[in-house]
Structures are given as C-alpha cells and as structure tokens.
Nanobody, 128 residues
Framework: QVRLVESGGGSVESGGSLRLVCVAS????????MAWFRQAPGKEREGLAA?????????YYANSVKDRFTISRDSTGYWVDLQMNRLKPEDTATYYC????????????????????WGQGIQVTVSS
C-alpha cells in the first residue's frame, strides 16, 4: 500500500505563503486522483484541491482557496504539492494529502468521495 508523507507546514503571518509537499512511497499513476484536505479544531474536514491526468493535468479547487492555492504533481508520480499564497488566519488547520485508487470523480463530488490513502497530516498556523 502506498504511504503518503506531508512536509512544509509551519507558522506564517497573514498574507504569507507556504508550500506543502506530499511524497509517496511509490510512484502513483498519473490517472489517480490526488487531493489536499484540511481540518481545523472543531470543524469538519474540508476538501481544498484535487488533481489527476487524462493526458494533461486537470485540477479542481474549493471556492475557499481558489485563486490563492495551487496544486501540482510531478511527472514521476512521487509527489504532489500545494502552494498556498495570501494565507489567512482561517487557513489555520491540519492539512492532509490523500490518494484515490481511481480517477477523480465528477468535480462536485470529489471532496465527498472516500479517499483510499491518507497522509498523517501537517500543521499550518497563520497568525494575524
């Protein structure tokens, strides 16, 4: 089973940037859906961004992070990252990388789909 490990979290001031990286223990097929989620204390888990390939790369974003966050994957299949810009205090959460053993489903259902593999999570704290 593939294992996922996140890195790159930490503390940043409001308006700053962070780049999260998720490294897989083995190469993940380009067609497999990879995504980033987050969960803040007392809140439900929230899907942020997803990416998969049908030839070229396709990505999908939650409205809360669209235009601020960018998801990308490398061609070798070993990592997926999340570039986070213009961070806000409400972005404070534990961030998780996840993989689906299939293509991404329809966009409006991606973040409701039970993903198959999860990383351990990494903390991001944004101070005002």
């Amino acid at each position: 089973q593939v294992r996922l490990v996140e890195s790159g979290g930490g503390s940043v001031e409001s308006g700053g940037s962070l780049r999260l990286v998720c490294v897989a223990s083995e190469s993940v097929e380009r067609s497999n859906c990879m995504a980033w989620f987050r969960q803040a204390p007392g809140k439900e888990r929230e899907g942020l961004a997803a990416i998969y390939s049908t030839g070229g790369w396709n990505s999908y974003y939650a409205n809360s992070v669209k235009d601020r966050f960018t998801i990308s994957r490398d061609s070798t299949g070993y990592w997926v990252d999340l570039q986070m810009n213009r961070l806000k205090p409400e972005d404070t959460a534990t961030y998780y990388c996840a993989m689906l053993n299939d293509r991404c489903p329809l966009p409006w259902t991606i973040f409701k789909t039970p993903f198959d593999v999860w990383g351990q999570g990494i903390q991001v704290t944004v101070s005002s």
